[in-house]
């Protein structure tokens, strides 16, 4: 690789950086490779460069991943570093090929700067309140929700940080990959060739002697009932699944194979999570997470399909609070209730609730 292109490559993570971006996106097009910037939730325009130092800088970051250079026609996934004069910044590396042969690539920013406190993260205190009070439980199966890039991620590794500086527990993880590194915690990564899955690398950490366990995401039917499990037998285990918001992750547990006696013994909590921008004093833009915070006896409500009668306030409830408390535009909920919208799936009907 030429010093031309890894300066390029650097050039590309440094801007990132500073623009505050979570993602690179590298897509080919027509005589150019367009480069993309995911900033505050948004995809914006960054630059474009030629398809020959575009191919260039895929390739490099390919290989600083350990891929396949030469395989442009299947997707490949991998993890690499890069250093500039201030911190070293890993990066997740994903290739898809496009119609024509060529290859698109996103890289996410993982940084490594200390935990933020969960009462930073929350637009509200009373959710950061029910957070770390749900994580001081001793044992248990609490679940987060919500799509790609809603901050499912950086509210685990707050409510790790909690467990293990100020609770003082002993916190295994299991991660595909490692998105920040914890003094406090001993984090295992997936590594599948080596035969570390979440369903085996669950069990060998049963036998580690864990307090808390925090499993990256629930997959399948066998790592759904190891975490059932594991919450069963006197450990604190945190997860995140894929579904809309927390009645949907109930259904998916259920649609996983756990009997609903056993996964509302289990299950002290589910958290549906979306990032929001908002108004700050300076007239800037950023973003803050909005938690929907499920817990008994709503629980067993969702799991009986029976109406929810009880107190459940809802992601459009915390959205409206935000707009009538002046922290969300109009524009932003209206943007928000748009996008759920091509969500189909029917959910009890919350009351709302008047909360702080």
Not at 37 to 42: A, N
Not at 278 to 294: D, L, M, P
Request: proline share 4%; charged share 25%; net charge neutral.
């Amino acid at each position: 690789m030429t010093f031309g292109t890894e300066r390029l490559a650097l050039q590309l993570v440094n801007d990132a950086v500073r623009q505050e971006g979570s993602d690179i996106h590298l897509i080919p097009k027509e005589g150019c490779l367009l480069v993309q910037l995911r900033v505050q939730g948004d995809l914006v325009h960054h630059r474009t460069i030629s398809t020959d130092a575009g191919e260039r800088l895929i390739s490099h970051f390919k290989f600083k991943a350990l891929l396949d250079i030469g395989e442009k026609r299947k997707p490949q996934s991998g993890s690499c570093e890069v250093t500039n004069q201030e911190e070293t910044l890993p990066l997740r590396i994903s290739t898809l090929p496009s119609a024509t042969g060529r290859e698109s690539m996103v890289i996410r920013l993982l940084p490594q700067s200390f935990a933020i406190p969960i009462e930073k993260l929350s637009m509200f205190s009373h959710s950061a309140k029910k957070l770390q009070e749900l994580a001081s439980y001793p044992q248990g199966l609490l679940l987060f929700t919500g799509p790609t890039g809603s901050g499912k991620s950086t509210t685990l590794y707050s409510l790790l940080h909690f467990c293990s500086t100020i609770l003082k527990r002993n916190v295994i993880t299991l991660e595909d990959p490692v998105e920040r590194k914890e003094d406090h915690v001993l984090q295992v990564q997936i590594n599948e060739r080596a035969g570390i899955t979440y369903s085996s690398g669950l069990k060998a950490i049963l036998r580690h002697d864990p307090d808390m366990i925090i499993v990256g995401e629930i997959r399948d039917m066998e790592t759904a009932d190891i975490a059932v499990k594991a919450a069963l037998s006197g450990h604190l285990v945190l997860s995140t699944l894929h579904a809309k918001d927390s009645a949907g992750a109930i259904r998916r547990m259920i649609d996983l194979g756990i009997s609903k006696e056993v996964l509302l013994q289990a299950l002290i909590g589910v958290t549906g999570q979306r990032l929001v921008k908002i108004n700050t004093a300076s007239h800037s833009i950023k973003r803050t997470s909005i938690y929907e915070i499920v817990t008994s006896p709503t629980i067993e409500s969702i799991i009986d399909q029976l109406p929810v009668r009880h107190k459940y306030v809802s992601l459009p409830d915390l959205f409206r609070k935000g707009v009538a408390l002046g922290y969300v535009s109009s524009e932003e909920y209206h943007r928000w209730m748009a996008s759920e919208i091509s969500y189909p799936e029917k959910r009890p009907a919350a009351i709302p609730v008047k909360t702080e």
